[in-house]
């Protein structure tokens, strides 16, 4: 199983920014999703969470700015990014918890850059 995330940039504060992540493979199941974020010097923190049945939960810090959504049927998780802020800047990682052959492990994208300029 694989997860490739994209979308990343640069983009100036107040605009808005579009991430996707496909899973791909020996997929029978995805349970949550989520987006992570690592800003330079910090700790990986979550972003937001998406469940199979569509249910979401995101931090505070983005609560009003930042769309989690995803398409079962294409196994992709997306981020819906708007009114970025500086504070925003990050690599942001793919997360989801994927039943292969059997058993439910978690994968991680590779990581997309993220730099909010003023």
């Known amino acids: 199983v694989q997860l490739q995330a994209s979308g990343g940039g640069l983009v100036q504060a107040g605009g808005s920014l579009r991430l996707s992540c496909t899973a791909s493979?020996?997929?029978?199941?995805?349970?949550?999703m989520r987006w992570y974020r690592q800003p330079p010097g910090k700790q990986r923190e979550v972003v937001a969470t998406?469940?199979?049945?569509?249910?979401?939960n995101s931090a505070d810090s983005v609560k009003g700015r930042f769309t989690i959504s995803r398409d079962n049927a294409k196994n992709t998780v997306d981020l819906q990014m708007t009114s970025l802020k500086l504070e925003d800047t990050a690599v942001y990682y793919c997360?989801?918890?994927?039943?292969?052959?059997?058993?439910?492990?978690?994968?991680w994208g590779q990581g997309t850059l993220v730099t909010v300029s003023s």
């Open positions: 997360n989801a918890v994927v039943l292969s052959d059997q058993t439910w492990r978690s994968y």
């Open positions: 493979g020996s997929i029978s199941r995805i349970a949550a």
């Open positions: 998406i469940d199979s049945d569509g249910s979401t």
